[in-house]
């Protein structure tokens, strides 16, 4: 306990989101410090982190779906959980280096990692296992859901309800909260990379055109939505990729209205789980949603008309939270200045199994 002490004068202690799109590290009294993308570039056959260790985030997203056959660029998270141990422990340990700018005592900080509510007991072990491994010297998971909750200020400890519904990358979490604990949840594994596929699928089924996550990902944010916006008819993106006839780099154009109608089933899958919630929640508490409405976070919050189309759906008025994208991280960073008072009720590597 004495060294546990002096360790933690030297130490940054910070909370992680670990998503499947990107990790966003946030540090107490800093804010958010470090956002990069869940992106490793190795060695194929050895595993080895390229550029001495380096080649993680920003570095290696830039390297997705370009890569020779002698590197692989890897995305070791799968729907919000581990899918590949190694890579992720090398990916943790170089962001926490990075936050704590090297040092002989200050790379063991205390963690509160973030996590899907929907994941297995093997799936958490994986997560603190990583972590631990990576140079933590104590790691505390907390529910997605709670997380993001708290980072977008919904007042979770008083008797009244809040819902929160975080798109991210691998997953959609769906939840409703009171009195500092999640009272009904849900949690699916449909969100943004869904929706890179869907319009991937309609590239190739309607142009016969191969294109790139990268180049989904674009057209997502450049000119796709969930609902008709005024200037639709306006809106159209030049999409290059590879004719699947030909075989031959080719370019095409590609209208916002057509984007919209891809995402379709990934933005049904999504309101389905939120009506789900809805009708599992408690009759006072679902009373307490008339005049609270619904909260939006995560990056899929980006995604224009998600709001409307979710509203129409349920009845409820839905905000989208003051940058969705980092509201789980600043969640996060709450925790850890509460962790004292809050730890007894999240799981730790002491209580793992």
């Not at 990069?36 to 194929?44: G, I, M």
């Not at 002989?104 to 990692?113: D, E, K, Q, Y």
């Not at 008309?305 to 789980?328: E, F």
């Amino acid at each position: 306990m004495i060294f546990d002490s002096i360790l933690g004068l030297f130490s940054m202690d910070m909370g992680i989101d670990l998503g499947t799109c990107n990790t966003l590290v946030c540090v107490q009294g800093q804010g958010v410090v470090l956002n990069e993308p869940s992106v490793v570039a190795v060695k194929r056959g050895t595993n080895k982190v390229l550029q001495g260790g380096n080649a993680v985030g920003l570095v290696a997203k830039e390297m997705l779906g370009k890569t020779p056959g002698s590197i692989r660029a890897i995305r070791p998270m799968k729907d919000g959980v581990i899918a590949d141990f190694d890579i992720t422990e090398a990916m943790l340990g170089y962001f926490i280096r990075k936050v704590h700018r090297r040092g002989f005592l200050s790379a063991h900080p205390r963690v509160v990692i973030a996590v899907p509510s929907g994941i297995t007991a093997v799936e958490k072990r994986a997560v603190l296992n990583s972590a631990e491994r990576a140079g933590a010297r104590r790691v505390y998971l907390v529910d997605e859901p709670m997380a993001a909750a708290i980072g977008a200020g919904l007042p979770i400890m008083e008797p009244t309800a809040s819902m929160i519904v975080d798109i991210g990358g691998g997953t959609t979490e769906v939840a409703i909260i009171s009195l500092a604990d999640i009272s009904v949840c849900e949690s699916i594994r449909v969100a943004g990379d869904d929706m890179d596929e869907a319009i991937a699928a309609h590239m190739k089924r309607t142009y016969n055109l191969m294109i790139g996550e990268q180049t989904s990902e674009k057209i997502k944010l450049g000119i796709g939505s969930a609902a008709p916006q005024t200037n639709d008819d306006e809106l159209s993106m030049e999409v290059r990729g590879r004719d699947m006839i030909s075989g031959l780099p080719r370019k095409t154009l590609v209208s916002a209205e057509e984007v919209r109608e891809a995402l379709r089933e990934p933005i049904g899958s999504i309101i389905d789980c939120v009506m789900r919630t809805l009708e599992r929640a408690e009759p006072e508490l679902a009373a307490d949603l008339v005049d609270n409405g619904i909260t939006l976070c995560g990056g899929g919050a980006k995604l224009r008309g998600i709001n409307t189309v979710i509203s129409n759906a349920t009845g409820l008025d839905v905000r989208i939270a003051d940058d969705p994208l980092t509201v789980v991280a600043r969640g996060t960073a709450v925790y850890l200045e509460n962790i004292e008072v809050l730890k007894e009720t999240m799981e730790s590597g002491e209580d793992q199994i």
